[in-house]
């Protein structure tokens, strides 16, 4: 019994260290509400736009592409946003307010993006196999 427990508790720190618990919650609720299929939609369209985005990103970057940069930055948010990914937001908001858009600058930024959109979609797809 410890150790299923243990394992729950540290199931849900890693949730709440990727995902806002209340959004997560509150899609819980749709889903139930109605729409069952609604958080396997949602990792889905996540899991295969979020790769695009991080790609686009680093394309806009290398190019010195600020309105691409700007765009796919600001997408990425507003996709993370909505499903509570609070680390892929706080990431897009220091490239946001970066000023500039050198590789050399933006390279770190781009690299926790893409970890915590990695993270993000894993908890997502863990969300979306349990409900």
Do not use: W
Not at 36 to 59: G, N
């Amino acid at each position: 019994m410890r150790a299923r427990t243990r394992s729950a508790t540290q199931a849900s720190n890693r949730l709440e260290s990727v995902l806002d618990r209340a959004v997560v919650d509150e899609l819980r609720a749709l889903a139930k509400a109605g729409s069952p299929e609604l958080l396997h939609k949602l990792e889905a369209s996540f899991a295969s736009d979020t790769p695009m985005r991080l790609i686009a990103l680093r394309e806009a970057v290398a190019a010195g592409d600020a309105d691409a940069l700007a765009f796919n930055v600001h997408t990425l948010k507003g996709s993370a946003a909505n499903l509570g990914a609070t680390a892929i937001v706080a990431t897009c908001q220091k490239i946001e307010n970066f000023p500039g858009t050198g590789a050399e600058e933006l390279g770190p930024l781009l690299t926790e993006l893409e970890r915590n959109a990695a993270a993000a979609t894993a908890e997502l797809g863990r969300m979306a196999r349990t409900g």
